[in-house]
């Protein structure tokens, strides 16, 4: 079992913004679990938090930018990878800036940040979204795939091709997370001459120099151009390797740049929301291609959590209430009590479980030569094990009822039968609030599912 992870202390992150060149300070901070990521934008009045979420995601533009209402963050996807390689579920990024800060181009510096302040075990259980079919995004005019595939661990694997002499294809392979940070977070960013010079000319990389990215040369560069780049990065001298590079930097591995793709590609999927279990494979990947694959990949999370899991039923284990505790909270009373146990409950959802047997009443005249559980009755035993839910809210129940508002979405799937366990479990779709409860339900017996509704109930007082 893999816990959640959070980090054991606050620890900052200082250095200029690339587009802004504005000087920010960036403070990891723990976080409960369940919480994600969102960054808190401290310089702004209220300190409005924007969550790390593709739908938030405004630009792809030289970096992957999330705004939420008014308050933008820029460049957050090496921040993103550096949480996501180290495994670590739950932070808050405090930043004073709009931008996160650049340093040397990777994510070198907030994993190294990270580890100093401590990976920590939370008490839960870390939730991954487990790929069991290929899903695909291309691009074919720009010649773009990612594709993820099953696999029992993460792995990430890269092409890119630029079709030039000095950078065409290469490769970039993470076959386990765990050496994410020697083998992908020291990867720098890198550039080609001609867009460093259109960026340069339009003032749109205030705070980059020549220590924070990889320049590609793909053209002949005369010496008073390459004096003019020294002057403006306040380099003494500044010429082109072998390699097609000019000298401001040595390549940490020579496929740095395929293994920056798949840095970059991290930090953008994280942005789904779930650690996953699968193999990503991506061609020529880019920020807007990432991020529409991670929208690709949230919806299938929504899916994957909108399928009602079968509830695991131990008949050994001693129920949360048994039909003594039950008859405490309910008003109601035989033939018309119709839960016997519930299983399990938890802030937002309920496990009720319902006996059918032979002797039951409404057998008598419901199909008696071929018995058949009416299905009006296993509506009411699921909104009765969710009447437990609600009225678990208030400190004195047994002064309260639980009163249908509206019944909706009401689908019985296969006959219930004397002999059969039914299992209810009912979870919120939106919070109680005002004594209305919202609930979906689904009931099974063993691993099929029976019957399925969405309920609306009050909670009012007792006339007495």
């Known amino acids: 079992m893999m816990m959640q992870k959070t980090i054991d202390k606050a620890v900052t992150v200082s250095g200029l913004g690339l587009h802004t060149g504005e000087e920010v300070n960036l403070t990891f901070k723990p976080a409960p679990v369940n919480?994600?990521?969102?960054?808190?934008r401290v310089d702004l009045e209220?300190?409005?938090?924007?969550?790390?979420?593709?739908?938030?995601?405004?630009?792809?533009?030289?970096?992957?930018?999330?705004?939420k209402n008014g308050a933008i963050v820029y460049t957050i996807e090496h921040v993103l990878s550096a949480l996501a390689g180290l495994e670590i579920d739950n932070v808050l990024v405090e930043i004073n800036g709009p931008e996160t800060p650049i340093m040397d181009g990777s994510a070198r510096y907030f994993v190294e940040a990270l580890n100093e302040a401590g990976v920590v075990d939370q008490d839960a259980e870390k939730d991954y979204f487990v790929v069991d079919s290929v899903i695909s995004y291309a691009d074919p005019d720009n010649k773009i795939e990612i594709i993820a595939i099953?696999?029992?661990?993460?792995?990430?694997?890269?092409?890119?091709?630029?079709?030039?002499?000095?950078?065409?294809?290469?490769?970039?392979?993470?076959?386990?997370?765990?050496?994410?940070?020697?083998?992908?977070?020291?990867?720098?960013t890198f550039v080609f001459l001609h867009e460093l010079e259109y960026l340069l000319k339009h003032d749109?990389?205030?705070?980059?120099?020549?220590?924070?990215?990889?320049?590609?040369?793909?053209k002949v560069v005369c010496q008073e151009e390459l004096d003019r780049l020294a002057d403006l990065f306040k380099k003494p001298k500044v010429a082109v390797k072998n390699e097609g590079i000019l000298n401001n930097l040595d390549l940490h591995f020579p496929n740095e740049p395929a293994r920056h793709k798949l840095l970059d590609v991290i930090g953008d999927i994280s942005l789904a929301g779930k650690p996953i279990k699968g193999h990503i494979i991506a061609t020529r990947p880019g920020h807007a291609a990432n991020v529409e694959f991670a929208k690709l990949l949230k919806k299938q999370i929504e899916k994957s959590n909108s399928e009602e899991k079968v509830p695991e039923y131990d008949p050994n284990k001693k129920p949360l209430y048994d039909i003594h505790g039950i008859m405490r909270l309910l008003p109601h009373r035989p033939p018309f009590l119709l839960v016997d146990k519930i299983l399990e409950m938890g802030d937002d959802y309920v496990v009720g479980l319902k006996n059918v047997t032979m002797n039951e009443s409404f057998f008598v005249g419901h199909f008696p030569a071929e018995p058949v559980m009416p299905g009006v009755l296993q509506i009411e035993a699921m909104a009765q094990s969710g009447g437990i839910l609600l009225l678990s809210t208030v400190p004195d129940p047994e002064n309260y009822l639980t009163l249908f508002l509206k019944i909706q979405e009401v689908k019985f799937r296969n006959k219930v039968v004397p002999g059969d366990t039914l299992i209810f479990r009912l979870h919120l779709i939106a919070p109680i609030r005002r004594g209305l409860c919202h609930m979906k339900g689904v009931a099974y017996v063993g691993n099929k599912a029976v019957m399925e509704a969405t309920m609306l109930a009050q909670i009012t007082k007792k006339v007495i």
């Open 150 to 188: 099953p696999s029992k661990e993460f792995k990430v694997s890269v092409m890119i091709d630029f079709e030039s002499k000095v950078l065409s294809t290469q490769n970039a392979n993470l076959n386990h997370i765990s050496n994410y940070k020697e083998q992908i977070a020291p990867c720098r």
């Open 46 to 67: 209220g300190s409005p938090v924007v969550d790390a979420d593709v739908l938030n995601v405004v630009a792809t533009s030289r970096g992957t930018t999330i705004e």
């Open 204 to 218: 749109l990389i205030k705070g980059g120099d020549l220590s924070n990215a990889i320049v590609f040369v793909n």
């Open 35 to 40: 919480h994600g990521y969102k960054f808190k």
